[in-house]
């Protein structure tokens, strides 16, 4: 399973991909507005998110209509050729995503929550598709079985030729709350998993390991001083 990082913030993304573990990047106007982005610097700072990844970079459309959509994924994929057009699972969105990946323009298709929507977007030629996992956790409901299900149906048919290029559809399970989400994702077979950096960096701890350095150190100490 790879990891994308679900952020806006240009620290967090260098950080990460320090580590070495991060293949891309989802934003969001939710995760745009929290770093305080101004809609003048949106696309210069998508750019800029580019050039510190080498895999997909997720710009989400903002219009409500199929037109709008089309127009500002145009824009969006011309930004980067690793840009990646996130569009709405919407009747309109939809619509959008099946003219722009005759285009040769790759969509993730966000707000993903039942296998009839999956296999809708799959159809349409979405590169990829994003369940969300914790939303449904807000609900009280498992969010992980949903993904599971998601995950299954997609695996039963062949949607490489709807795409873009003709690659096979890719499920990113989105919405992660915290390392048990990512753990059960990545049992469930999720082609990708995208984290929060507050997340991602808990997936790195374990007090175990926390509590085996310290023994260790301990014990360094004592061979320092014998």
């Known amino acids: 399973m790879k990891f994308f990082l679900d952020t806006a913030s240009l620290e967090e993304i260098k950080e990460a991909v320090s580590w070495g573990a991060v293949a891309g990047v ?5 995760l745009y507005a929290r770093i305080g982005g101004k809609i003048q610097d949106f696309e210069e700072h998508i750019n800029k998110i580019c050039t510190l990844v080498k895999g997909p970079v997720s710009a989400e459309v903002t219009a409500p209509d199929a037109a709008g959509m089309v127009a500002q994924g145009r824009e969006l994929a ?12 919407t009747l309109e969105g939809l619509a959008a995503t099946r003219i722009l990946a005759n285009e040769g323009i790759e969509v993730n298709m966000t707000l993903v929550f039942s296998v009839s929507q999956a296999i809708l977007a799959a159809r349409a030629g979405a590169r990829y598709v994003s369940p969300f996992v914790g939303r449904f956790d807000d609900i009280a409901e498992d969010g992980v079985v949903h993904l599971v299900n998601i995950i299954i149906a997609l695996g039963n048919y062949d949607f490489s030729n709807d795409g873009p290029k003709g690659e096979r559809i890719e499920v990113i399970a989105a919405s992660i709350r915290n390392p048990s989400h990512v753990s059960q994702a990545a049992l469930a077979g ?3 998993a995208t984290v929060p950096f507050g997340v991602l960096k808990k997936c790195a701890t374990h007090p175990l390991t926390t509590n085996g350095l310290a023994a260790f150190e301990a014990d360094w100490e004592k061979v320092k001083q014998a």
């Open 190 to 192: 999720a082609d990708i």
């Open 26 to 30: 989802t934003t969001n106007p939710t």
């Open 78 to 89: 011309a930004i980067a050729k690793n840009v990646a057009v996130k569009v709405p699972m």
